[in-house]
């Protein structure tokens, strides 16, 4: 849910009605549209429609708090997009809902490495805290992330989606996963691959409709980790950290 709703009405008719809503919201999944046209649809697992979308390793994900989470619509899109894919190709999430305060650390943490890839919280709406922006890449059968930007082992070197800068391979599987993507109703981005986004400002612009979700500005605890899978994620990720850093280990990320 996009947390407290209701409180902002004055007339108490309304604060009813919109409880009585946010709870049907809660246990049923009903979409309900919100007065100024967009929804308040839940967020759920990324991977909950499909067993072929897998998420990125905890190692690596960007989110410690939760696992990758998206609207529900989102959820269902990717279910399509993966079945469009060959039957030997899985997609793979990255990172979907993001907390501002993610959003910020990411954008301190990155500006510098990738320039104008993560965008400046302070600055914008940012369309990963709207629960409908996903980045996703795609895994073969053996559970093992395809580089879409071969021969580089990054995967912000040419971001652009038509880079000719790549392998001939890389070039056409940034562009079959932009064309399974955008037959499940998603939103490309031209300058990053991997980002896709249903429902937010980019999609309305892309497609001329209304956008569908504004920001989030809390999450429910259902969709979240429990206290103890939270620290040991972030134990974890230290200690990964620290191998990397002894050992030189060079990473996708
Ligand atoms: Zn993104």
């Known amino acids: 849910m996009d947390g407290s709703q209701c409180t902002h009405r004055k007339d108490r008719h309304h604060i009813y009605i919109c409880w009585l809503a946010e709870l049907l919201i809660h246990h049923q999944a009903l979409k309900v549209l919100k007065l100024d046209g967009t929804t308040m649809e839940k967020l759920v697992e990324a991977t909950k429609y499909s067993k072929r979308i897998k998420e990125l390793n905890i190692l690596a994900r960007i989110e410690l708090n939760h696992p990758v989470i998206v609207r529900e619509e989102v959820a269902q899109r990717l279910a399509d997009a993966v079945n469009k894919l060959p039957e030997e190709l899985f997609l793979q999430v990255d990172s979907g809902y993001r907390s501002k305060e993610t959003q910020k650390n990411l954008w301190q943490y990155r500006s510098n490495k990738v320039n104008d890839l993560v965008a400046d919280p302070s600055r914008e709406d940012t369309a990963h805290n709207t629960g409908g922006a996903i980045d996703v890449t795609l895994q073969n059968n053996n559970g093992k992330e395809i580089n879409l930007s071969e021969p580089f082992d990054k995967y912000y070197a040419y971001p652009e989606l038509r880079s000719k800068k790549i392998t001939i391979d890389a070039q056409n599987n940034r562009l079959l996963l932009n064309k399974v993507m955008l037959e499940a109703g998603f939103a490309p981005n031209p300058k990053e691959y991997w980002h ?14 209304d956008v569908l979700f504004r920001e989030i500005d809390s999450i429910d605890k259902k969709v979240q980790y429990s206290f103890p899978r939270v620290i040991f994620n972030k134990a974890i990720k230290k200690l990964w950290w620290l191998v990397r850093l002894v050992t030189g280990t060079n990473v996708n990320y």
């Open 196 to 209: 896709f986004s249903y429902g937010d400002k980019v999609w309305a612009d892309y497609y001329k409709k």
